[in-house]
């Protein structure tokens, strides 16, 4: 992908493995700009957004083009409705347990506060760490969601 310098307005390539936000213009130095020539998002914006609504966001940048061929769009995507669906499972989990026994409302409350502020700080993080451009694999869902996002890309055909 091509983006612009801010400074000069040269046209700057980017490799999309890296973070690029650290990438510095070859021509006057100066920090590179997150515009791109054709319009669209950096691919680690796009990357984080995938996390923001969870299932809803994944689904709608799976199906949007041209994002929905970028390997590292349909990676987070993936993996941010893998995420979201093991979350309502815990959700379903506590509320079934909450409803069998009402009476220990209280202590079922503080046995599950500490789940449910985990679940956000890594959703949290999740979105930091796309939008750094990284590629965090979460256990047993980042691998699924890695096969997942390479098997099944659009307009690729298997032989």
Not at 8 to 13: K, Q, R
Not at 41 to 67: E, R
Request: glycine letters at 6%; charged letters at 20%.
């Amino acid at each position: 992908m091509t983006h612009i310098c801010s400074s000069c307005g040269s046209h700057m390539n980017h490799d999309a493995d890296t973070a690029f936000d650290l990438r510095l213009c070859a021509i006057c130095g100066a920090r590179a700009d997150n515009r791109s020539s054709d319009g669209r998002m950096p691919d680690h914006h796009v990357a984080a957004l995938c996390y923001l609504g969870g299932i809803l966001t994944g689904i709608l940048f799976l199906v949007m083009k041209p994002y929905n061929r970028l390997p590292v769009v349909r990676f987070h995507a993936f993996q941010s409705i893998l995420y979201t669906a093991a979350i309502v499972a815990l959700a379903v989990v506590d509320l079934s347990i909450e409803i069998r026994f009402p009476e220990e409302f209280l202590i079922l409350d503080a046995i599950w506060l500490p789940v449910w502020a985990a679940a956000f700080f890594v959703w949290l993080f999740l979105m930091w760490e796309a939008y750094e451009g990284k590629r965090l694999l979460l256990p047993l869902l980042g691998p699924l969601a890695e096969s997942e996002s390479l098997k099944s890309e659009p307009g690729r055909v298997d032989s």
